[in-house]
């Protein structure tokens, strides 16, 4: 019974110190403006991990985009595992879970995108939200999102401007690779312009 047990508890060991183990990340991010063309020369901070890594001040490395608006970095980070839902909330699928950052200006103020990608056997999973750094510098504060104008506000300031979108979309993501070979990963962001309303 004790040797069962101590299967058992090594098992579980092993199945976490795999889960935590960091691995391989190529990343190449374009930056483009509303209409597609690239942002040449544009200063940006990427970090990849989690969100709690990716959203603190220095995390990552700062570089500049090329000609093409391309930027290429490799980094280690860990991947998490979880299950997303699906069109039904009744169904959720096995992924793998990664957080990117991306620094950039916002309105003369410096905003994180964190994209979170789930990798799931269908294909990638992405979505990015805004955030501003709070008092401890850490990236942490969201926009404030205003539902009777659809538009959005900076946390700080939610009787101030109002933006119709919070500084970039994410244009296209796709993440691919496994624990052994290494993820590779490609977005796309639009840096946008603003009306007031």
């Not at 955030?131 to 504060?141: E, P, Q, T």
């Not at 205003?146 to 401007?161: E, K, N, Q, Y």
């Amino acid at each position: 019974m004790k040797t069962l047990l101590s299967a058992a508890a090594l098992s579980i060991f092993t199945l976490c110190a795999q889960q935590a183990r960091a691995e391989p990340v190529n990343l190449t991010l374009k930056l483009v403006d509303e209409a597609g063309k690239p942002l040449a020369g544009h200063a940006v901070r990427v970090a990849v991990g989690s969100e709690a890594d990716v959203s603190a001040p220095g995390a990552g490395q700062r570089l500049a985009s090329d000609v093409a608006g391309v930027v290429r970095m490799q980094a280690d980070a860990t991947v998490d595992r979880r299950s997303v839902s699906s069109t039904s909330v009744f169904t959720r699928h096995p992924a793998e879970h990664l957080v990117v950052g991306v620094e950039l200006d916002l309105i003369g103020r410096r905003a994180l995108y964190r994209v979170r990608l789930d990798q799931t056997k269908a294909g990638t999973v992405g979505q990015m939200n805004a955030f501003l750094a709070g008092a401890g510098g850490r990236f942490d504060l969201p926009l404030a999102f205003h539902a009777d104008t659809h538009s959005w506000s900076l946390p700080d300031d939610p009787a101030g401007l109002r933006l119709t979108g919070i500084g970039a979309e994410l244009k296209a993501h796709n993440m691919e690779g496994s624990a052994e070979t290494g993820r590779t990963i490609t977005l796309t962001i639009a840096k946008q312009s603003f009306t007031r309303r």
